[in-house]
Nanobody, 121 residues
Framework: QVQLVESGGGLVHLGESLRLSCQAS????????MSWYRQAPGKQRELVAHITRGGITRYGDSTKGRFTISRDNAQNTVSLQMSSLKPEDTAVYYC???????????????WGQGTQVTVSS
């Protein structure tokens, strides 16, 4: 059993910053890519940021230049530093990871439960 637990969400004002963290725990052999997604009310879930095990990053168009994703492979964590936040960044943010639980085992796509980020104007 593997789980992802997000933390760091909350209410901030326009232009402020916030840092989200996600901790993977359980039976973990390896973690490949880790990502952050978000879903606003009435909208589809969208990619916010993605990072490979080797540290190569990719961002969604709406967050490029304002958000920074990072990870600590030794601690099995991924973080999202969000700056210059806008009301349109308001959403539930989800952590996602490609996790292998045993040697030569399958890659499981694991999701966290989500953390709410609200940006007021």
């Amino acid at each position: 059993q593997v789980q992802l637990v997000e933390s760091g969400g909350g209410l901030v004002h326009l232009g402020e910053s916030l840092r989200l963290s996600c901790q993977a725990s359980g039976s973990i052999y390896n973690i490949f890519a880790m990502s952050w997604y978000r879903q606003a009310p009435g909208k589809q879930r969208e990619l916010v940021a993605h990072i490979t095990r080797g540290g190569i990053t990719r961002y969604g168009d709406s967050t490029k230049g304002r958000f920074t994703i990072s990870r600590d492979n030794a601690q099995n964590t991924v973080s999202l530093q969000m700056s210059s936040l806008k009301p349109e960044d308001t959403a539930v943010y989800y952590c996602n990871a490609e996790i292998v639980m045993a040697y030569a085992g399958p890659v499981d796509d694991v999701w966290g439960q989500g953390t709410q980020v609200t940006v007021s104007s």
